[in-house]
């Protein structure tokens, strides 16, 4: 069904939309419901999100684990954003059945699905271009990036040390890599983890978006310490533009803290990394951003 064009977003309840919802979107309307979407939350966001939750318990595409919506709803991992919701990210999932798949094809179709799976080609990207002999991947996930990565480089030496809370994440990720010796898991969570050694490159993906702002402060500068002279730290967050804000807050039940280039710039001041020349990139998307943050002790002689 496609919506009408002419509807009036500020005026209509989700209630109204209730064959298209049940139904599944279909590509003609994708760019009425975002903008639906994004009108409702703006105006209203508690009353939006009730709307949701209502919605929630008709419709199976928001709440069966077999789509990516209903899926990161019930959090069976016990978190938001788990490996296996980001795999499935990855990997263009899609579910069983007309309208879970219609909705599974507007989740994948959007800005910030599209970059989750540009930020794994960026990471790729990093270790491509920088070749560093060690790498530290904190909260590492499904590691698809790192499959992909060895998978084009079969002889690389690099060696990639992942820290990761989720037991079943390890599980899942040494399962996709077949237990190459080359990566190593350290299951622990990062409030209490202690470094062993420094590393040409520290990555953190996804972590730094589910942290207030003293938290993000309280790691960053232990992440720092475990940074070689000469190494980067690189850092993801989610952009205060993310025009799927509203879809992934109210569809999804996944909250994130989005900042600006500046605010991460700002953060990394309050840590003490000035001196680290910090700098924001973004990937193709604009949505996730990246922080680059440069030891500027030199290399021992």
Same mark, same amino acid.
């Given at each position: ?15 109204? +939309? ?41 419709? $199976? ?74 790498? +530290? ?17 079969? $002889? ?23 237990? $190459? ?31 207030? $702002? ?18 980067? +730290? ?29 605010? +991460? ?37």
């Amino acid at each position: 069904m496609q919506a009408s064009a002419n509807m009036q977003t500020q005026s209509v309840s989700l209630n109204l +939309l209730s064959d298209l919802l049940e139904e599944g979107p279909q590509v003609q309307d994708y760019n009425f419901l975002n903008e639906f979407f994004n009108s409702g939350y703006a105006k209203d966001p508690t009353g939006f999100l009730a709307q949701f939750a209502d919605v929630r318990k008709r419709i $199976d595409a928001f709440s069966s684990p077999k789509s990516i919506a209903g899926f990161c709803y019930l959090q069976p991992y016990g978190y938001a954003g788990d490996f296996q919701l980001i795999d499935r990210l990855y990997t263009n999932y899609k579910g069983p059945g007309k309208a879970i798949q219609r909705w599974d094809d507007f989740a994948q179709s959007q800005p910030a699905a599209q970059a989750v799976r540009n930020r794994k080609a960026y990471f790729i990207n990093l270790l491509e271009t920088g070749k560093p002999d060690k790498v +530290l991947n904190i909260a590492s996930g499904p590691c698809r990036d790192i499959k992909e990565y060895y998978d084009h480089n079969q $002889d690389a030496a690099m060696v990639i040390d992942c820290v990761e809370l989720d037991g079943r994440a390890i599980q899942y990720a040494q399962h996709l890599l077949n237990n $190459d010796t080359r990566v190593t898991f350290i299951q622990q969570n990062i409030l209490t983890y202690r470094a062993t050694r420094q590393y040409k490159l520290v990555w953190s993906a996804g972590l730094f978006d589910y942290f207030s $702002d003293n938290l993000f402060v309280r790691i960053l500068r232990k992440l720092l310490a475990c940074v070689e002279p000469g190494g980067k +730290l690189v850092i993801g967050n989610f952009s205060d533009e993310n025009p799927n804000r509203a879809f992934m807050e109210g569809g999804m039940n996944w909250f994130l803290h989005h900042r600006s280039p500046e605010q +991460l710039i700002d953060l990394a001041k309050q840590a003490g990394a000035a001196s680290w020349n910090p700098f924001v990139e973004q990937e193709p998307e604009g949505v996730n951003l990246f922080m680059h943050l440069s030891n500027p002790d030199k290399m021992a002689t």
